[in-house]
Structure formats: structure tokens, C-alpha cells
């Protein structure tokens, strides 16, 4: 088992809350799981041995049910016998259980996962009782065609492995969205979420796509289609020492997570639209009933740093979409003001750790006063969403990076649902606007991918920039906190002054900040207020600034600006997602020029438990 234990340690950066091990030894399958760190997990190991070297194990960085043994993988089937470990989210897996309960199934955890150990087994079952035609006599093609059979029904992310006591020294294994790779050894074979785990055994993988599946064993793989179809793969050399490949290649882990952001924002959408009305799934999701959002008397958006500026953000998505009043106030003045806040009111707490000292504090004193709180967290079982009344989780996956990217785009997208669904629940939007509304959303992703492809620009830009001392970020809107944020990101890898204005606000005194000593990246993309932000370009570069436009591909040139980046065209209020991202770059390529510590900025944490 030592391999087993070894591989998930190189994953422990990926996220770790609870770990186990299933391992097939002489037709019999045992499993071995721990809660907290993968310590635990060895220790559990030393007392109860598991013999064998056919295995699955998974470290789980949880998003549905809280952290746990029993939420821990491998899950299995009621047998006991078919195990699954399983990265990603079942969207319909809360239909699924329901349709298996009433089958019989009995479920011993909270998780998605175990319902695909359980509808593999009820495929089994089909295949067996229509009979030798339908029923491979093999049980190995037999599990193979029951995997695929279950994902026939499955919606969702899910990179997954299934053992099974009855099909010897195999693996059935499938991937949709999440990653799946598999590292080819010397009469031994390894499946992994990513390289690291399997580096030190083999530096030859085949990188699985979505729709694919493997039947993997010790002295073969062969790859299929979801149709059951043959493919061939092809192999990669991995040239990446541990270190590169933990960072996926990239040189830092905030660039490599600034590259996730699409996935981010995709994972925390998903399965959390339809439907949307008072027994909406985003509701059950976030245990929130559908009378307190809609009889809530205000919304108040607490936070700090960056996840302050996604209140920011939500505050005009919230009051454009529902109508209510939304107050957005930094956690660490909310604790110490009497604020209005109370009985009736909705408070978000929003937080990427869900541990921030003075967030905590102010999610206790509104529930002094009377308020409820949701919270919006990337961490699972965290003291914020343990203390809040209602969570609702984003779904990042572990962000190592000082530096706040991916989940801020998390942030933002469970603010986004989160309005969408208020806005529906108080009658404030029809069916058809939501509808509308959510085909906008879900196009993000693929407008986060484009403006990623900026990066060499920007790159490029930085170098020119790399000298410069003082920088202003200004944006109107909902692009003010926008440039807030990409101040914020600017100053704090790369220790260099950088402000975030109101753009309309540089007249009131900011504007005799500037000289040709300043730079301004001015957020200029297609909006009502685009002609104002092209004179504030004018009247920066007037006074001798150099001028950084992030703008939209087709606009009308900028005259004031030095530089564009030129960002695909959203919808205005949505423009938040994707515009930070130039910024997030911008910052990145910066700091790493000055050759600062990127992923660990000087005096910073990632997590403020003090105050
Ligand atoms: C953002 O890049 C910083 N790391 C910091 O401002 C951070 O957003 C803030 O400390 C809040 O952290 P939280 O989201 O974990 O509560």
C-alpha cells in the first residue's frame, strides 16, 4: 500500500479533508478511511494492514456533505464489494438517490459519489436479468458495460475509478471534466487526477478527454468511447520534475490557478440552475428556504480584501436583479459599528478560507441582532459556514496561491446564481429572463478562456511597466470594484502603490495624483459609461500618464490610451468575470519580473485568523 499512500501525498496539494484506500486482495475488497489529514489515513493503515496491490485511493477536498469518514472515498455499493473514488460534481445525483432509495438502496454517506457505486450495482443487476445477451459473461466487460450504462444517466463532472471483488485485476475508469490521467509503468499501471502522483514510477501518461473510459491492468489499458467504442491514445513523455508538475507546468501556483478560473467558474455554476423556483435546487443546495430570501428586508455583503470586492460586485447584481436594498461593508468595520443590520435581513459572509477572523466576528454580531447568514465559501465545513444558518459553496478546488484569482471568480459566479435565484423566488424575473440570464452565464467560461489567450500581450505589456512605481485602476460600475480588485492583486505580489478609483471620482482630488510617473489601467469595456471612461483615458494621458485601456473587441478606438487589451463583448452587468483577468496577469507578470515571491508574498497569508 505504501505506492497507494505515497501518490495521494504528491495530491495533498490538490486538497485534503479526508483520504481513504480500497484494495482487492484474493476476491475480497477492504476499505480503510480517515477524516483530517492523510496521517490519519497511514496510522489507520499501521493498526489494519490491507494486503494487495490492486487499489484506489482518493484525498477529497470536499463539496457535497461535510468532511468526514463516512463522507470519505472510496464509496461503495451495498455488497460492500464494488468501490468508487470519484473527482467532480454529479449534478442529478440528488434525483438519482431518491430513484435508488426507492430500489431499495440504502446510503451510509451525504456524498454524490456513493450514488455512483450504487447505480453501477443496479446496472449490474439489469444486465444480469436480461440475460446472457445482454450480460457479458465476463464480469470484467460486465462492469465495463455497467460503468458506462450509469454514466448513460449521470449529468455532471466526474473523473472516476471503479473496483469490483467478482472482476479481478481490473479498473474501470471514466472522465468528464475532470482530470483523469494514467501513467503507463513496467508491469504495473497507475490512474491519477494528475502527474505528480504517479512521477516517480513512470514518466509515460495518456491524458484522458471528456467522454473517454479505460480498463486498466497491471500489464494493459485499453481506451473507449462513452458509446463503447475502441480509441487509441497517445502517449506523453512527462519531462516535468515533481515540483513543475504539482504546479501543472506552470512556474507558480497563482498562475496556474488564475488558468483554472474557467473550470472554477464553471464548477460553481453547475447543477445549480433549474429549477428555480421556491424549491429551486440552489436553495436545497444551500439548505436557504424559499421565504427567508423572499421575505428578506435588506441583503448585507460582508467580507475582506479580495472577497470584499465580490460584494462589491454583488451588491449591483443583487439591487439590479431583485429591487432590495444590498449594503456591502469590509468585516472588519462592520464588528466594531452599530449597524442597522437585524431580524429580517439577509447577511452573505463571503470568504475563500472561510476562516477570516474579523469575517467570523461579523457573521456572529448580525446574528446577535437578529439577521440570517449564508455563507459563500470554498472551504467545506469551515468556521464561517459552520457559524452561518444557510451555505452556499463554490466550487474552486484548493487555491494555494497568497493571491485571491480563481476563487474570486467563484465568488462571483455563486453571487450571480445567487441573484438569479432571488430575483426568481421574489417574482422580480420571469422564466424566460432567467432562462435568458443563465445562457449569458454559462458563455463566461469560454469569455474567461479567451481572455486568458491575452496573456503573451499582457506579458509583454508588464515588461514595459516592470519599473513603474505608481499605478491607477479605474473602472465605472460594476467595473469599479474590478479596479479595486486589480489594484489589490498589483500591490500585494508586487509591493508596488497601486490605487483603485472610482473612475468618476478623479476629478474630486485623485486626478493630481498624475504625472507622467503614473500609469492607469482604465477598465474602458462596452458599457453606458463607456464615452466617460474614454475622457478619463484623455484626461490621464493629458496630464502625462501612460494609459492602459482593457477594452472590447470591436469598440471605437480609445484615443487616450497607450495600450489595449481587447476582451470579447459580454453583457455589461456580467463584465466583472472576465474583466479582472487581464488584471490578475497583469499583476502576476509584474511581480514575477521584479522577481517577487509570487505564490508566497512578503508579510501576507493566505488565511487571516488574527485580527
Ligand atoms: C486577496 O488576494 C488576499 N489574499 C486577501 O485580501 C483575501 O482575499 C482576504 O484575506 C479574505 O480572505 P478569505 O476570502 O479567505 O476570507
Not at 480498463?215 to 463503447?228: E, I, M, N, P
Not at 459566479?413 to 438569479?420: E, H, N, Q, R
Not at 420571469?430 to 478562456?449: D, K, W, Y
Request: proline share 4%; charged share 20%.
Amino acid at each position: 500500500m505504501p505506492f497507494i499512500l505515497e501518490g495521494l501525498q504528491r495530491l495533498e496539494y490538490r486538497g485534503y479533508d479526508s483520504a481513504g484506500i480500497a484494495v482487492a486482495d484474493n476476491g475480497v475488497v477492504a476499505r480503510c478511511r480517515a477524516a483530517g489529514k492523510l496521517a490519519n489515513l497511514a496510522a489507520a493503515l499501521q493498526r489494519t494492514p490491507l494486503p494487495g496491490v490492486l487499489a484506489l485511493g482518493h484525498t477529497r477536498w470536499a463539496t457535497h456533505g461535510k468532511p468526514s469518514e463516512e463522507n470519505a472515498h472510496p464509496h461503495c455499493d451495498c455488497s460492500g464489494q464494488l468501490v468508487v473514488v470519484h473527482n467532480g460534481i454529479i449534478e442529478n445525483y440528488f434525483a438519482l438517490k431518491e430513484s435508488l432509495a426507492r430500489q431499495g438502496h440504502q446510503f451510509a454517506s451525504e456524498t454524490d459519489t456513493e450514488v455512483l457505486a450504487h447505480l453501477i450495482e443496479e446496472k449490474i443487476k439489469g444486465l444480469k436479468s436480461a440475460g446472457p445477451a445482454a450480460a457479458p459473461d465476463l464480469t470484467e466487460p460486465l462492469l465495463f458495460e455497467a460503468v458506462r450504462l450509469a454514466l448513460g444517466d449521470v449529468s455532471g463532472a466526474y473523473a472516476l475509478a471503479v473496483l469490483w471483488s467478482k472482476a479481478p485485476g481490473v479498473i474501470v475508469a471514466a472522465k468528464t471534466a475532470s482530470p483523469l490521467i494514467i501513467g503507463l509503468g513496467d508491469g504495473e499501471n497507475f490512474l491519477a487526477s494528475d502527474v505528480p502522483a504517479f512521477l516517480a514510477h513512470t514518466r509515460k501518461a495518456v491524458f484522458m478527454e471528456d467522454g473517454e473510459m479505460a480498463v486498466v491492468k497491471a500489464d494493459s489499458c485499453r481506451f473507449f468511447s462513452l458509446a463503447g467504442k475502441r480509441i487509441e491514445k497517445p502517449v506523453t513523455n512527462i519531462q516535468w520534475d515533481r515540483t513543475m508538475a504539482e504546479k501543472g507546468g506552470y512556474r507558480h501556483f497563482m498562475l496556474k490557478e488564475i488558468y483554472e478560473q474557467p473550470t472554477a467558474c464553471e464548477d460553481t455554476m453547475r447543477g445549480r440552475f433549474f429549477p428555480l423556483q421556491d424549491d429551486g435546487v440552489l436553495l436545497r443546495d444551500a439548505g436557504l428556504d424559499a421565504q427567508t430570501l423572499r421575505q428578506a428586508r435588506q441583503f448585507h455583503l460582508i467580507a475582506c480584501g479580495t472577497a470584499y470586492h465580490a460584494a462589491l460586485v454583488g451588491k449591483y447584481w443583487l439591487e439590479a436583479m431583485t429591487g432590495v436594498a444590498a449594503h456591502t461593508e469590509a468585516a472588519s468595520e462592520f464588528r466594531y459599528r452599530e449597524s442597522t443590520v437585524g431580524k429580517g435581513d439577509l447577511v452573505l459572509a463571503i470568504s475563500q478560507s472561510g476562516e477570516t477572523a474579523d469575517t467570523l466576528a461579523a457573521v456572529r454580531q448580525a446574528q446577535k441582532k437578529g439577521a440570517k447568514v449564508l455563507s459563500i465559501c470554498n472551504t467545506v465545513e469551515a468556521a464561517i459556514p459552520r457559524a452561518a444558518d444557510f451555505n452556499l459553496y463554490t466550487h474552486c478546488g484548493l487555491e494555494l496561491g497568497v493571491a485571491s484569482t480563481k476563487a474570486f471568480i467563484g465568488q462571483l459566479t455563486a453571487l450571480a446564481v445567487f441573484s438569479l435565484h432571488a430575483a426568481v423566488v421574489r417574482g422580480r424575473m420571469s422564466e424566460s429572463a432567467a432562462r435568458e440570464f443563465v445562457e449569458e452565464l454559462v458563455r463566461m467560461p469560454g469569455a474567461i478562456r479567451a481572455a486568458l489567450k491575452l496573456d503573451d500581450q499582457i506579458q509583454e505589456l508588464a515588461r514595459k511597466f516592470r519599473k513603474k512605481e505608481h499605478f491607477l485602476f479605474i473602472g465605472r460600475h460594476v467595473n469599479y470594484p474590478i479596479a479595486l480588485e486589480g489594484a489589490l492583486k498589483l500591490k500585494e505580489i508586487s509591493y508596488v502603490h497601486a490605487e483603485g478609483y472610482a473612475a468618476g471620482e478623479m476629478k474630486h482630488g485623485p486626478i493630481a495624483l498624475i504625472d507622467e510617473d503614473v500609469a492607469v489601467l482604465a477598465i474602458a469595456t462596452r458599457s453606458q459609461t463607456f464615452e466617460k471612461m474614454a475622457s478619463n483615458c484623455q484626461e490621464a494621458k493629458a496630464r502625462g500618464a501612460q494609459v492602459i485601456a482593457i477594452t472590447t473587441q470591436g469598440d471605437p478606438p480609445l484615443p487616450g490610451a497607450d495600450f489595449r487589451l481587447e476582451l470579447p463583448a459580454v453583457p455589461e452587468l456580467l463584465a466583472p468575470l472576465v474583466n479582472v483577468v487581464p488584471l490578475q496577469l497583469f499583476a502576476y507578470h509584474i511581480s514575477d519580473l521584479r522577481g517577487c515571491d509570487v505564490d508566497q508574498p512578503r508579510n501576507l497569508a493566505k488565511s487571516v485568523t488574527v485580527e
